[in-house]
């Protein structure tokens, strides 16, 4: 019991540094601090490299894939939940971090993951940690979940060549999506707002995630 609340306690220390770390370097929305203060960031990855847990910096998971560096998650968090969304859709659930800490914010998340390993494995840490308003299923993102569309905001975590006009369909009228656009050498995180007769774009920054893929991988 001792040793148990020891180790909760550190990791509660360790995670409001990296709050307050996260507030010098821009991010300010209290909520978004406040969930990120709350999901335990270790439990979504190996424990070889649990104790990095809390640094800002992306770090690797299975399948030559990576959990999004803090910074990166909570700025996109930040821009996801402008329009306070309830149904939410995220591409590339990797890990699961990130879509733990939308589902502190967000009525209901929905994601997917096109590597089966992966979404089995996020779906038990999602029950490990209680969080029950996620749901995951292995697919191929290009198609977005068609059956639970429109949604209030998409959010993608692996970046496309360009925006995938079929996730901009499932999205309502005046939705977000969130987005890293470019190739392995460069990417812009970028804003697309869904209009009457299309969408608008802004630029946020320049960014690096893992390449979106078509096709999904089962063992
Ligand atoms: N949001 C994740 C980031 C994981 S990295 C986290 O917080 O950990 C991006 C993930 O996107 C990888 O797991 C990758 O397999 C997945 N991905 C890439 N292309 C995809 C696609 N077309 N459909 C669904 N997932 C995809």
Request: charged fraction near 25%; hydrophobic fraction near 40%; glycine fraction near 6%.
């Amino acid at each position: 019991m001792n040793t148990a609340s020891g180790i909760g306690m550190t990791s509660q220390r360790t995670r409001n540094r990296m709050v307050e770390r996260l507030r010098e370097k821009g991010i300010s929305d209290e909520d978004v601090l406040k969930a990120m203060s709350i999901v335990p960031r270790h439990i979504f990855m190996d424990e070889a490299l649990a104790h990095k847990a809390y640094e800002d910096t992306a770090l690797p998971i299975k399948f030559g894939q990576t959990i999004s560096q803090p910074w990166v998650v909570a700025k996109m968090t930040e821009i996801l939940i402008e329009n306070q969304p309830e149904k939410v859709l995220e591409i590339g659930t990797g890990s699961g971090y990130q879509a733990a800490v939308l589902s502190r914010l967000i009525k209901q998340v929905f994601s997917v993951e096109r590597i089966d390993e992966l979404t089995k494995v996020a779906r038990k840490r999602f029950i490990q940690v209680g969080y029950r308003n996620i749901r995951t299923k292995t697919g191929d993102g290009f198609d977005g979940w068609q059956s639970e569309a429109p949604f209030d905001a998409i959010i993608v975590t692996a970046a496309p060549p360009q925006i995938p006009e079929k996730l901009v369909s499932q999205l309502k009228e005046n939705g977000v999506m969130i987005l890293p656009v470019g190739d392995d050498k460069k990417q812009n995180l970028i804003k697309v707002t869904k209009t009457a007769n299309g969408y608008t774009e802004e630029t946020i920054s320049a960014v690096m995630f893992v390449p979106f893929l078509q096709g999904t991988v089962r063992k």
